[in-house]
C-alpha cells in the first residue's frame, strides 16, 4: 500500500509538470498581453511598450519564463503578478480560503439534499414519489446556477416587509463568523443544489442494487426493522462510489463558483483566475492552475484511498 | 488490475452486459414498435425524456420550416412586447421574436450538444480502447496524462480555447463549431477513464483469448469483440453529457466567451439580454432557462432509461 | 489678461442655469464606469438615463456661461468681470458650492457614505503607470492637481470647467505661452510619513511633471510644454512651444497628478504607500472587494470632506448593486436605463440623476482604401445607421444625437439635427432609399458585403446590444456585414490602432474627453494617436490647428462648429447616438452634484454630507 501511494504521488510531479507547461503556453497563446492590456487604449508608443515588455520579463523566450517560474515555485516564490507587481502569493492567501469555504459548504448542502433524497426515491422505487425526487434531481442540475443566483439576490430585496441582501463586504470566518456565514449561506445552497442532482442519482442506483442483493434479504429475514436495514446495511455499501463522484465533481466546484463570486461578491479563486486570464497576467494564472490541479490530483488520490479502507475487498498493488 | 475491475463493479454500467450474446438473439425476433410501447409503460419518465429529445431535435433540423422569423430580425419599436398572435413568447429588448430565437437556439444547442459529445465520446473511445487494450507503458502514461486533463481548471480551457481560435476573427457560425470541440475536449478526460476501465475489463475473458489463438488480428479483435461491449456504456454517457455540454455552453457565454451573436444560443440569451432585463422583463430570461432545464432534464431522463434497459444487472428489479 | 483668485467661480450663474441645472441633479457616473455587468472593464461610464426633457439646448445653457470663462484670454475678461457678483455669492470656497441661490443649508458632518464604485478591482495604484479608467479614477480621491473640474449645484456634470484645485490662482501671458500657477499656501501633503504632512511645494509639481514624461504612456500629454519651472517654492511656471487653447483643460484633466516624492524614490512607485494631497486619505485596498478611505483633516478646501468615510465598493453584477441599493445598503450606484425603469416602480424614494453619457459609439475604416475611400459610400452608411432606433432600442428612448464632438460636451457640440447644423444635417437622419442610391451612385447598386470587427467582451452590454442592432440596420440598405468578433486584447493591440485590413468596417467606441480638441486632433489629424481611420485631409487639418491656437473661446466654438458642419459632409467616422447616464442616490445624501470625468472622487464626493441615514 505505502508502495503505491508512493509510486502515484511521485507520478504526480510530472502530471503537474505537464499540466502547468501547457497551461503556460496556451495562455501565452491568447491575443494580446499585460501590456496591451495594461496600456489599454493608449497603447499607439510600440517602443514604450517594448520597453515595459522588457522589464517584465515578457521578451524573454517561452522556455526562459518557464523555467524561471519553476524555480520560483520550487523556492516558494509564487511570483509578482504582472499588473501590478503585488507578491502572487498573498493573493492567493486571501481567495483560496474564501473558495474553501464555499465548496465545503456546497458539498455540504448537495449531501444533506442529494443522500435523504436518493435513498428515499430508491426505496419507493417506480412511484410517484420515485419519479417526482428523480424530476426534483435533474431540475436541480439543470437549472442554471446564475439565474437562481440573480433570482436569490433580488428576491429577498424586494420583499415587502424586510429587505435583505447578504453582506458586501467579506469578512472572514474567524473574524467575523456571523456575517461570513450570512454571506456565504445563500451561493453555499444554490452550489449545492447544482451538485445534488447527480448525486442524488448515484445515490439512489447505488441504493437499487445494494438492496437486491443477498445479504440485505438475510437481515430482513433475520427481522431488522426496515430502517436499520437501510443504514445500518445498504447505505454504508452504496456510500463507496459515491465519493468517487466527489473527485470527479471537485473540478466542476472550482470553475463553477466564478458565476457565485461574481454575484455574490466573494474575492474567491474563480474571480481572481478570470480576472487575471483577460489581464493576461501569466504567473497569477499559471499559479491558480498549479493550485488547483495539485488540490484535484491530491484529493482524487485522497478519495481512491478512502475508497480502499472503506470497502476491504479493493486492494492496491 | 483486478482492483480497478472491482472498483467498477460499484459504478452502474461501466461494466459490460456478461450475457450480451443472449440478448442479440432474442432481440431479433422482437419488432422494433413492440419494443417502444414497452419501454414507454415500463420506463415512462424515460419515455418521456425520450419525447423531449425527438423534439428538440426535430425542433433544430426544421427551424428554417417552423420559426415564424428570422432570428435576427425585429424592429426597435416592436421591443420587450409581452406573449401575443404575433410573438408567441413576446420580443426581446431588440424587438426580435423570442419563439423563433428559441426555436434556432435548439438548433444550436443540438449542435453544440451534439458535437460536444461527438468530439468527446469519439476521442474518448478510440483514446481508452487503445490505452485499455494494448497495456503497458502506454497505458501508464497515459493514465497520468488523464489525471493530469482531468486536473486541468476547465474555466482556463474553455476560455483559453475558444479566445485562441476565435482570435483570427471567426464568424458566428464557426464560433459554435469551436465552443462544440472545445466542450468535447474537456468531456473526453472523465468518459476515457470509463471506456479504458471498460476495456481492461473485458481484455482478459476467455472468449478475447480464443479469438486472439484463433488468428484475428488486433484490429478485428477490437471492432469485433471489444467495440459492442463499449457502446452500451458509452450510450450512457453521452447522453447524460449533452446536456451537461449544454449547460457548459450557457456558463460559457455568461462568461463572455459562448457562442457569437446574432446567432442565439440559450446559454447566451439567458447571460446577456436576460440578465440585463431581468427585473424589467424576465420573460427574456425565463423562456431560454426553461428551454435549458428542458433539454438536459429529457436527455439525462433518457439517458437513466436506456441504462436501466441496457444494463442487465439492474434488471431483475425493473 | 485674467486671473482667477481664489473663492471665484468662473461662470454665470443665471437663473435659468440654475433651475435647469438643479431639475437635472448630475448623477454618478460612478457606475458609468461599472455599467457593464459581466463585462470585465467598460472605459465606459454606464448608460444612464437621459432626462428627456432637458434638450440639449437647455442643458447647454450653464455649461456655454462655465466655458466661454473658464479659458483665458481677453475677450473672456469682460464675462468674469461680470460673474463675479454672482460668482461670489455662490462661491464663498470655491470648492464648496453649496445651494447658491437657494436657502443655505448647514452640511451636517460624519457618516460613512457607501458608494458602488467598480465592476472590477482597479488594476494599479500608481495613475502614472497605468493610464486605464479604473486606476484613474481610483487617483482621484488620493492626489490633487494644479486645477480640477468644477462641481456644485447648478454645474453639470458634463461642464468640465477647469477650477483652481491645488493652485489658487494663475496667469496667462497674453501671447499664450507662458502660464504662471500659484500655490496655495494651506496646500499639505496628507499626514503619514515619509510627507507627514509637509507643504506641497512648487518642486513638487515640477518632480512630476518629469516623471510623467518619462514613465507615463501617455507621454506625449504635455508636448506642447516647452518647459516647466519652479520660480519660487510656491510658484510654477510652464512655458509651451505655441499657444494652446485647450492648455488649463490639459491641467485640470486627470492626467498630472501631484505625486508624492520622498514615496517614489524609496519605494520606486506609488503602488505600496498611497500619500497624496487631496481629501481622502488611503486606507486600505481589499481586492475584489472595496476600497475604503478616510476624509483628509488637513484638507486646503477646509471643511470638506463632510463624511469620515468613504466605502467604494467592487460589485461585478449589476443585479447585486439593484437589490443593495433597496435594501439600503449602498448610498449610491449607476444604474442602467432598463433598472432605472425598474427601480422608480418600486423605490420612488431614490433619487435619479440623469445627464448625457460623454462617449462615442463610431464606424470607422481605412478611408484610404476602397470602398471607403469613396464619399457616397461613407455617407450612405451614416443614411443607413438609424439613430433614433438605437437610441429606443439601447436607451429606452432616451437619447442624444452626437456630432464628431459629442453631445457630452455641451458647450462645442452642434446639434446635427438643429438648423445651425447646414446642409450635412440630412447625414444624421435615417434614409434607406438615399442610402442605396448613394451606394448604387458609387458603383454598388448590388449592395456592399464587407467584413465587420468589434470587440464584445469590454465595452458592456449595451455596446454589445448596439452591435446587433447595428448590423441588421446595415442590412436593410443592402450593406451585409460579415461579424467578426474580436477579443479585446486583440482589438486594442491592433483594429483600435488602425491595423486591420482594408475595405473592414469597425464599430468601436472612444474614451470620454473634456476637450474637443482631444476628439479632433487625436482622431482627424495625421498626427493624432487615435487617427483610426487613417484620415488625412489638408482643408480638415489646417481646421483643426488653427482651432487649438484659438484662444478667444467665442471665436473657437465657431471653427470648431464649422468643423463638424465639414466632418458631417465627409463623414470620415459614423457617429452613433449616445444615451443618458444615470446615478442613483438615496434620499439622505445631500449636496450630490455629479462630475462625469474621471477624477470626480476628489471633485464632488468631497461636498456630499449624510442627513438621515441609519
Known sequence: MQRYILRRLLLTIPALFGVTLIVSAMVRLLPGDAVTIMLGDYGQYAKDADDLRAKLGLSQPFQVQYVKWIGGIAHGDFGQSLRDRTPIAHELAIRLPVTFELGLLGLIVSLLIAIPLGVYSAVRQDTLSDYLARSAAIAMLAIPGFWLAILAITVPSIWPWHKWTPPLRYARLQDNPSANLKQMILPAIILGIGLSGSIMRLTRAQMLEVLRQDYIRTSRAKGLGERAVIYRHALRNAIVPIVTLLGLNMAVLISGTVVLESIFVLPGMGRYLLDSLNSRDYPAVQAVVLLFATVIIVFNLVVDLLYAWLDPRIRYS | MRSEQTKLATIPGALPAQASGRDQATSQRVRPFAVLWRFARNKPLGAVGGIIVLIMMLTAIFAQQIAPYAYDAGKGADRLQGPSLHHLLGTDNLGRDMFSRIIFGARVSIEVGFGAVLVGTGLATILGVLSGYFGGLFDLLFQRLIDAWIAFPALVLLACLVTIMTSKKTSSTSSIIIVAIVIGLIVAGGSTRVVRSVVISIRDMPYMESARCVGCNHLRIILRYVLPNVIAPIIILATVQLGGAILAESTLSFLGFGVKPPMPAWGSMLATSGQQFFLRAPSLAIWPGLAISLAVFGFNMLGDALRDVLDPRLRGSR | ?614
Open chain 3, 1 to 614: 489678461m485674467t486671473t482667477l483668485s481664489a473663492g471665484q467661480t468662473p461662470y454665470r450663474l443665471t437663473r435659468r442655469a440654475f433651475l435647469t441645472a438643479a431639475g437635472v441633479s448630475a448623477a454618478a457616473a460612478i457606475l458609468a464606469a461599472c455599467g457593464g455587468s459581466t463585462a470585465t472593464d467598460t472605459p465606459k461610464p454606464a448608460a444612464g438615463t437621459t432626462a428627456p426633457s432637458a434638450a440639449a439646448p437647455t442643458t447647454a445653457a450653464p455649461t456655454t456661461a462655465a466655458a466661454a470663462t473658464a479659458s483665458t484670454g481677453s475677450s473672456p475678461a469682460a464675462a468674469a468681470s461680470a460673474a463675479p457678483s454672482a460668482a461670489a455669492t455662490s462661491a464663498v470656497n470655491a470648492a464648496n458650492p453649496t445651494a447658491s441661490g437657494a436657502a443655505a443649508v448647514q452640511p451636517k458632518p460624519g457618516g460613512t457614505l457607501v458608494i458602488r464604485w467598480w465592476t472590477g478591482d482597479p488594476p494599479d495604484l500608481d495613475p502614472y503607470l497605468n493610464v486605464t479608467f479604473r486606476a484613474q479614477e481610483f487617483a482621484g480621491f488620493f492626489y490633487s492637481r494644479l486645477l480640477k473640474y468644477n462641481s456644485g449645484p447648478g454645474v453639470g456634470p458634463n461642464s468640465f470647467s477647469p477650477v483652481p484645485d491645488l493652485a489658487e490662482k494663475y496667469d496667462v501671458s497674453k501671447d499664450g505661452l507662458t502660464y504662471t500657477f500659484t500655490l496655495r499656501a494651506n496646500a499639505k501633503w496628507q499626514n503619514k510619513p515619509p510627507m507627514s504632512g509637509r507643504a506641497v511645494t512648487a518642486d513638487d509639481v515640477v518632480w512630476s511633471f518629469n516623471r510623467f514624461k518619462q514613465v507615463s504612456p501617455n507621454k506625449n500629454y504635455f508636448d506642447i510644454v516647452k518647459d516647466v519651472k519652479a520660480t519660487d517654492p510656491r510658484t510654477v511656471v510652464f512655458t509651451l512651444n505655441n499657444a494652446f487653447a485647450p492648455f488649463e483643460n490639459s491641467i485640470a484633466a486627470p492626467v498630472l497628478w501631484i505625486m508624492p516624492k520622498e514615496v517614489i524614490e524609496a519605494d520606486g512607485d506609488a503602488r505600496k504607500r498611497v500619500i497624496g494631497s487631496g481629501p481622502w486619505i488611503f486606507d486600505k485596498f481589499d481586492k475584489g472587494v472595496q476600497v475604503v478611505a478616510k476624509k483628509n483633516p488637513d484638507y486646503y478646501f477646509a471643511g470638506t470632506p463632510y463624511v469620515d468615510e468613504l466605502d467604494l465598493l467592487i460589485i461585478p453584477t449589476d443585479a447585486t448593486a439593484i437589490a443593495n441599493l433597496r435594501a439600503k445598503q449602498i448610498d449610491i450606484t449607476g444604474v442602467s436605463q432598463s433598472d432605472r425603469k425598474a427601480l422608480v416602480a418600486s423605490n420612488p424614494e431614490i433619487v435619479m440623476t440623469d445627464f448625457p453619457q460623454n462617449l462615442l459609439f463610431f464606424m470607422y475604416w481605412r478611408v484610404g482604401a476602397p470602398p471607403f475611400n469613396d464619399i457616397r459610400v461613407r455617407q450612405a452608411v451614416s443614411l443607413a445607421l438609424d439613430r433614433d432606433e438605437l437610441i429606443t432600442v439601447l436607451y429606452e428612448g432616451k437619447g442624444y444625437i452626437n456630432n464628431t464632438i459629442p453631445a457630452g460636451l455641451e458647450s462645442w457640440w452642434l446639434d446635427p439635427r438643429g438648423a445651425d447644423m447646414g446642409p450635412s444635417a440630412k447625414y444624421y437622419k435615417r434614409d434607406v432609399d438615399a442610402a442605396k442610391k448613394l451606394l448604387a451612385d458609387a458603383g454598388f447598386a448590388g449592395g456592399l458585403k464587407v467584413p465587420f470587427i468589434s470587440t464584445q467582451n469590454a465595452y458592456g452590454d449595451t455596446f454589445n446590444a448596439s452591435i446587433e442592432t447595428v448590423i441588421k440596420q446595415m442590412k436593410d440598405a443592402g450593406i451585409q456585414l460579415n461579424f467578426q468578433p474580436q477579443d479585446y486584447a486583440a482589438y486594442i493591440g491592433s483594429t483600435f490602432l488602425g491595423k486591420f485590413d482594408p475595405g473592414t468596417m469597425v464599430w468601436g467606441l472612444e474614451t470620454p474627453f473634456q476637450e474637443p480638441h482631444d476628439y479632433l486632433f487625436n482622431m482627424y489629424h495625421p498626427k493624432g494617436v487615435r487617427n483610426h481611420a487613417g484620415v488625412n485631409d489638408p482643408k480638415l487639418t489646417d481646421m483643426v490647428e488653427k482651432q487649438a491656437v484659438a484662444l478667444d473661446k467665442g471665436a473657437r466654438k465657431q471653427m470648431i462648429f464649422d468643423i463638424q458642419r465639414y466632418t458631417g459632409e465627409q463623414q470620415y467616422y459614423v457617429i452613433g447616438p449616445i444615451g443618458p447616464t444615470t446615478i442613483a442616490t438615496q434620499p439622505w445624501v445631500k449636496n450630490f452634484n455629479y462630475e462625469s470625468d474621471y477624477a470626480r472622487g476628489g471633485e464632488y464626493v468631497p461636498k456630499i454630507y449624510l442627513d438621515g441615514k441609519k
